[in-house]
C-alpha cells in the first residue's frame, strides 16, 4: 500500500504465525493473543500464515520482525514492543481497570496456560 500524498510511509511490522483451522485466524494460542491485541490497538502488520514454524525469521511462532528491534518470538515480547509502538490496548483503562487486567491474565497463565500446553500438539514451541 502506498500513500497518496507522496509521503513516505513506515514499513509495517511483519508477523508470522501458524495458519488456522476450524474458522480460526491461527491454530497456535499465543499467536490468536497476539493477532487479537494487534486487531484492538490497530497495529499496521504484515501478517504471514505459515504451517512451517521454519518459515519464520527465528524458526518459531509466532514471531514478530520489527525494524527498531529485529525480531521477536515470545508473544509477551511482542506486546511488549507494540506498546512500545504506542499500539495500547490498556490506554483508556483507569488504575484499577488496568490492575484488575493483569490480574486476570496472571490467573489465565497459571490456571489455563499448563492445560493448553499438556494439550498442544506442536513441538515448535520457542522458550
Keep these: ?10 514499513a509495517p511490522m511483519e508477523l508470522f504465525c501458524w495458519a488456522g483451522g476450524w474458522g480460526l485466524p491461527s491454530v497456535d494460542p499465543d499467536c490468536l493473543a497476539v493477532l487479537t491485541y494487534a486487531r484492538f490497538t490497530g497495529a499496521p502488520l504484515k501478517v ?6 521454519w518459515r ?10 520489527t525494524k527498531e528491534e529485529g525480531v521477536l518470538s515470545q508473544m509477551h515480547q511482542i506486546i ?16 484499577r481497570q488496568g490492575a484488575d487486567t493483569l490480574a486476570f491474565v496472571s490467573l489465565l497463565e497459571e490456571k489455563l496456560l499448563p492445560v493448553l500446553v ?9 522458550s
Design 1 to 10: 500500500c502506498g500513500s497518496g500524498s507522496g509521503g513516505k510511509m513506515a
Design 118 to 126: 499438556s494439550a498442544r500438539v506442536d513441538q515448535w514451541k520457542c
Design 56 to 65: 519464520s525469521p527465528s524458526g518459531c511462532l509466532p514471531a514478530l520482525k
Design 48 to 53: 504471514h500464515k505459515v504451517t512451517n514454524p
Design 80 to 95: 511488549t514492543h507494540l506498546r512500545k509502538q504506542k499500539y495500547n490496548a490498556d490506554y483508556d483503562l483507569s488504575a
